[in-house]
């Protein structure tokens, strides 16, 4: 079957977000096999789908697994999947997506842009959990639990630099959050781009630093959308790759905006 590689939340090849994309012509083998697949591509997700039967609530089944575990929501895949869709003719217009998050609507824009629909994470404030501050080695400002649906630790810190600088003990920070922790702050010249900064860490999941986190954005749009007082934003995740994310807040949903490119598109004979 065909396996592709694409770079979601990239405008260029070789930035954004990697992913592993799988169209399948049967529903989903067993898991041993999804997973063995998502441990060769080792990239933070490949994305698994297939067609579902006219008249039913979506359209095409999509699964995400990490090269250790399946997750339960992961933006920048459904991006990745979406484009290749839409690249080799096999949906047009509005997709939905059957995931173990409800079901996931995108939409092709103009000059490729898609926009995806999630839902908005529920932020709750916590105590900053003990050991969190030496395993950032930065001191946290605040921290919210963003809810089963994500799953991480959203802290803020003092400012855009102490974002870029972090160097943290990725072993340490397994144990202060579910599947991880998103660090972000307010970007100090919004003129350059961008509304607010965030890099994001899922050693739970075996992904030290994930490049450009779709996910993690249902919970940055709410919380900077509060603190900027606008719904419309732009958020980098300031990781080696660097990506941009255009956000939407809509209530309870969250709109996820960005492009995607295709650098590898070959065959797997396993």
């Given at each position: 079957?065909?396996?592709?590689?694409?770079?979601?939340?990239?405008?260029?090849?070789?930035?954004?977000?990697?992913?592993?994309?799988?169209?399948?012509?049967?529903?989903?083998?067993?898991?041993?096999?999804?997973?063995?697949?998502?441990?060769?591509?080792?990239?933070?997700?490949?994305?698994?789908?297939?067609?579902?039967?006219?008249?039913?609530?979506?359209?095409?089944?999509?699964?995400?697994?990490?090269?250790?575990?399946?997750?339960?929501?992961?933006?920048?895949?459904?991006?990745?999947?979406?484009?290749?869709?839409?690249?080799?003719?096999?949906?047009a217009g509005l997709v939905r997506?059957?995931?173990?998050?409800?079901?996931?609507?995108?939409?092709?824009?103009?000059?490729?842009?898609?926009?995806?629909?999630?839902?908005?994470?529920?932020?709750?404030?916590?105590?900053?959990?003990?050991?969190?501050?030496?395993?950032?080695?930065?001191?946290?400002?605040?921290?919210?639990?963003?809810?089963?649906?994500?799953?991480?630790?959203?802290?803020?810190?003092?400012?855009?630099?102490?974002?870029?600088?972090?160097?943290?003990?990725?072993?340490?920070?397994?144990?202060?959050?579910?599947?991880?922790?998103?660090?972000?702050?307010?970007?100090?010249?919004?003129?350059?781009?961008?509304?607010?900064?965030?890099?994001?860490?899922?050693?739970?999941?075996?992904?030290?630093?994930?490049?450009?986190?779709?996910?993690?954005?249902?919970?940055?749009?709410?919380?900077?959308?509060?603190?900027?007082?606008?719904?419309?934003?732009t958020g980098l995740q300031a990781?080696?790759?660097?990506?941009?994310?255009?956000?939407?807040?809509?209530?309870?949903?969250?709109?996820?905006?960005?492009?995607?490119?295709?650098?590898?598109?070959?065959?797997?004979?396993?």
């Open positions: 079957m065909r396996i592709r590689i694409v770079d979601a939340f990239a405008d260029l090849p070789f930035t954004g977000n990697p992913a592993g994309v799988l169209l399948l012509d049967d529903p989903f083998p067993d898991d041993d096999w999804l997973q063995r697949v998502a441990a060769e591509v080792n990239h933070s997700e490949t994305a698994f789908a297939h067609r579902l039967p006219e008249g039913g609530e979506a359209d095409w089944a999509l699964r995400w697994f990490t090269p250790v575990t399946e997750v339960a929501m992961c933006g920048h895949a459904t991006l990745a999947t979406a484009h290749v869709l839409y690249a080799t003719g096999a949906h997506f059957a995931t173990r998050s409800g079901v996931v609507v995108a939409t092709p824009g103009e000059e490729g842009e898609i926009t995806l629909d999630f839902p908005t994470a529920p932020l709750t404030e916590v105590e900053v959990p003990a050991g969190l501050a030496e395993a950032l080695g930065a001191e946290p400002v605040a921290a919210f639990d963003t809810g089963p649906g994500v799953g991480d630790l959203l802290v803020e810190l003092a400012d855009e630099k102490a974002v870029l600088e972090l160097t943290p003990d990725h072993r340490a920070l397994t144990g202060c959050a579910g599947r991880g922790v998103i660090v972000t702050a307010r970007a100090e010249d919004p003129t350059l781009g961008s509304d607010y900064v965030s890099r994001c860490f899922f050693p739970n999941v075996g992904i030290d630093e994930d490049p450009v986190t779709g996910s993690a954005h249902t919970a940055l749009a709410p919380y900077w959308s509060a603190r900027l007082d606008r719904d419309d934003l990781s080696r790759r660097t990506g941009l994310v255009h956000t939407g807040l809509r209530g309870d949903r969250t709109l996820l905006r960005g492009r995607a490119v295709t650098v590898i598109d070959g065959e797997l004979l396993a």
